[in-house]
């Protein structure tokens, strides 16, 4: 399945890399696979959606490029080498804030870990609030907000360090549409202005095609690369959303996610 | 606050009247206690030394306040001696065994038979081996630590997973983790404990008194109750249990505030909504 992906993951040189995967898996104790092997290159910079059914390993992968789990085999690279796992932002599918803490320590939670002197932190969590304009609700708790908010100061977090790659899991599921939408568009500009290197998992088709310049699909569990599907759009406005353009991409992953359940169901 | 909060006005009238019934109720049931109380002695002629009426016990309050009041002093100076022991103890064997598997399940068993062994039937011989002060601190403490330990260790274990990962990724020390995220998790938890073990280390102090009282000697209030009646002063029984009982409610009351004010700005127990 992976040799589908080749032409693109091999092309890459390694200059450009971001994240690096080769051969990883995952399996579990009792020795059923949940995912791989996977082979995928995030180039510096990129935007790419991780796109598969539930269980399908898409969050495990997440979760072995962030360190927060150990693959079972296979090599995961991050540019920069040994310390880059610090360079990482990771928004969770939950807000995941500190419900005793205000809006402003659970931002600040990254930097007061890694010892930042006080002043330094603060100009920090000003700017990354400042950047998901919840700058008036820095003193509010988390249980004030509305769960767009939430989802909002989780990002506001995981960019406080200015980190080189932000990982999201699943982040918006939990959210209404029209919240999904309006954070979409917040992530695309963030995107533009911040240049991270983004990977994105979701299960929804559409969120995927919006919002990425790759999508991978995944098959069912374990989880592998079933097709790559580049979305060559420099602008994503509303319009996009709306667009026959947009309409066709979306076909094209949904025919791509169910020819990866059929040749799985074949296997 | 600048936050939005659409739910706060009707929580709030909500609250109130709620607030009204539940002060007001309470206080007409022991209005009507005391009355059928104070009846029930006139129409029988019942006498004092048999059952007091509440108006005797009250007078005997007075009368007999100042020795009352240092009995009440003694008996609260143990349960408090008893309940900070429990406290400072059952957090910090909770914390060790969060730190030590093999220290929480070598221990642990022991732990709830302490537990379960009844107080009254430990305390005559804690008396024997240990001096009397001592030995009733140590019954206060053995009845009241262990919901604080229980509660603790609860507490450090319902750490949301996903911040202990978030935790991890940033790279955070054992204690960094221990002050910013394991200690206002379980922060609830442990106020309960302690809210539980103030009124347990009020019963293991009386309990141990009475206790002592029995081999005759002691000064605090559960003695005065022992002895009041060996002496049939049956209205000092009554005057010293209200005292007891006061004094458990305030301790219970005190608590539940500083719990309160602890959590009043994040946790939901403080925040009167449902959810």
């Known amino acids: 399945m992976s040799r589908l992906s080749a032409s693109s993951t091999d092309a890459v040189p390694d200059s450009d890399v971001a994240i690096r995967l080769r051969g990883v898996v995952k399996a579990y104790a009792n020795g059923v696979a949940a995912l791989g092997p996977l082979d995928l290159d995030l180039r510096r910079g990129e935007f790419v959606s991780l796109l598969g059914p539930s269980g399908c390993g898409k969050s495990t992968a997440l979760r072995i490029i962030a360190g927060l789990s150990e693959a079972s085999e296979g090599e995961v690279r991050l540019a920069g080498g040994g310390t880059a796992r610090r360079r990482i932002g990771f928004v969770f599918q939950e807000p995941t804030l500190m419900p005793w803490a205000s809006v402003r320590d659970n931002v ?11 002043p330094t932190a603060d100009r920090q969590v000003a700017a990354a609030l400042a950047g998901v304009e919840l700058s008036e609700f820095a003193d509010a708790y988390p249980r004030q907000l509305s769960g767009g908010m939430r989802m909002r100061v989780s990002l506001a977090r995981a960019l406080v360090t200015d ?3 932000l990982l999201m899991d699943e982040p918006f599921a939990a959210l209404d549409e029209i919240t999904r939408f309006k954070l979409n568009n917040d992530l695309l500009s963030l995107w533009h202005r911040l240049g991270k290197t983004v990977v994105f998992v979701t299960h929804s088709v559409f969120e995927s095609v919006f919002l990425s310049q790759r999508v991978v699909v995944m098959t069912p569990r374990p989880g592998r690369v079933a097709a790559e599907i580049a979305i060559d759009v420099p602008d994503r406005g509303e319009a996009f959303r709306t667009s026959p353009e947009y309409a066709a991409y979306c076909r094209r992953a949904s025919v791509a996610l169910a020819d990866a359940g059929r040749s799985d169901a074949a296997l | 606050m600048s936050a939005p909060d659409p739910d706060d006005g009707q929580a709030g009238t909500g609250g109130g009247e709620g607030g009204v019934v539940r002060f007001v109720l309470p206080v007409l049931v ?59 103890g059952g957090i910090a064997i909770a914390l060790l065994f969060s730190r030590s598997k093999w220290l929480e399940y070598s221990l642990f068993p022991y732990a709830i038979m302490l537990q379960v062994t009844p107080v009254i039937a430990i305390a005559p011989l804690l008396l024997i081996y240990l001096p009397q002060q001592t030995a009733v601190v140590i019954c206060a403490w053995i009845v009241a630590f262990f919901p604080v330990l229980a509660n603790t260790m609860q507490g450090l274990k319902s750490v949301d997973r996903n911040l202990s990962g978030l935790f991890r990724l940033y790279g955070a020390s054992p204690l960094q983790t221990l002050r910013y995220l394991k200690w206002p998790s379980a922060l609830p938890h442990i106020l309960t404990g302690l809210r539980i073990a103030g009124g347990l280390s009020l019963i293991g102090a009386v309990v141990a008194e009475i206790a002592a009282g029995a081999a005759g000697a002691g000064s605090g209030l559960a003695y005065r109750i022992a002895e009041s009646g060996y002496r049939l002063n049956i209205p000092r029984m009554f005057a010293a249990l209200l005292l007891l009982s006061l004094a458990g409610v305030v301790i219970y009351m005190l608590l539940a505030l500083a719990s309160y004010l602890v959590l009043r700005r994040w946790h939901d127990s403080a925040l009167g909504k449902e959810g």
């Open chain 1, 163 to 165: 980190p080189d790659v």
């Open chain 1, 108 to 118: 600040r939670l990254p930097l007061t870990l890694a010892r930042i002197a006080r």
């Open chain 2, 30 to 88: 022991l209005a009507v206690g005391v009355l059928a109380w104070d009846l029930t002695v006139r129409i029988n002629d019942i006498p004092p030394y048999v059952l007091p009426s509440p108006g005797t016990v009250l007078r005997t309050l007075v009368v007999d306040w100042p020795i009352l009041w240092s009995s009440l002093l003694t008996t609260l100076a143990t349960t408090l001696e008893g309940f900070v022991a429990a406290a400072v």
